[in-house]
């Protein structure tokens, strides 16, 4: 079943602890995204790799890294959490294209930083 | 910058009410528009897409039309179910740029629908 996956589905931290949200696509695409989702703000993109080894910043990129070692993984890494990065994070997969083409949604992550 | 703007929510209707979620957007380059929907507690799912001008996407019973000289690409149900209630995020990505960068989405619109 062709499908992204995130682990784990909900995390509560505390200030400062680096944690990984891991993310996995069996489809073999190119294109991978992290974005965060909250009320009013809808969805933002955080990073988003165009292949292995290349990444780049989207509209939110403070406080996070990402890195694309492997073309089917695509972790999302925070430093040093604070409490306002608490929100629902997606990631994304899709083939490269001209745009046309759909993006693949994992379930979420739900975070909270106290 | 590209963005969309999307009707806010919540937007209340009862079943087999006819639908409309407004959506407009600007752009550089040649956008293609998406609808996503999100049911509760799950992660975004494709409903519809239109790659070009005067295209229509349609899927489940909605639909929508690309319109480029309004830059409008409105949401429209005929006679909506109870099962319809969710966010649905209207959304672009621009060929101009490949497409790589992703998405652009709207703020999305919480749709319930009462029986």
Known sequence: ?114 | GNSVTQMEGPVTLSEEAFLTINCTYTATGYPSLFWYVQYPGEGLQLLLKATKADDKGSNKGFEATYRKETTSFHLEKGSVQVSDSAVYFCALSDLWRGGADGLTFGKGTHLIIQP
Request: aromatic share 10%; with cysteine; proline share 7%.
């Open chain 1, 1 to 114: 079943e062709a499908q992204v996956t995130q682990n784990p589905r909900y995390l509560i931290t505390v200030t400062g602890k680096k944690l990984t949200v891991t993310c996995s696509q069996n489809m073999n695409h190119e294109y991978m995204s992290w974005y965060r989702q909250d009320p009013g703000l809808g969805l933002r993109q955080i990073y988003y790799s165009m292949n292995v080894e290349v990444t780049d910043k989207g509209d939110v990129p403070e406080g996070y890294k990402v890195s694309r070692k492997e073309k089917r993984n695509f972790p999302l890494i925070l430093e040093s959490p604070s409490p306002n990065q608490t929100s629902l994070y997606f990631c994304a997969s899709s083939t490269p294209g001209q745009g046309e083409d759909e993006q693949y949604f994992g379930p979420g992550t739900r975070l909270t930083v106290t």
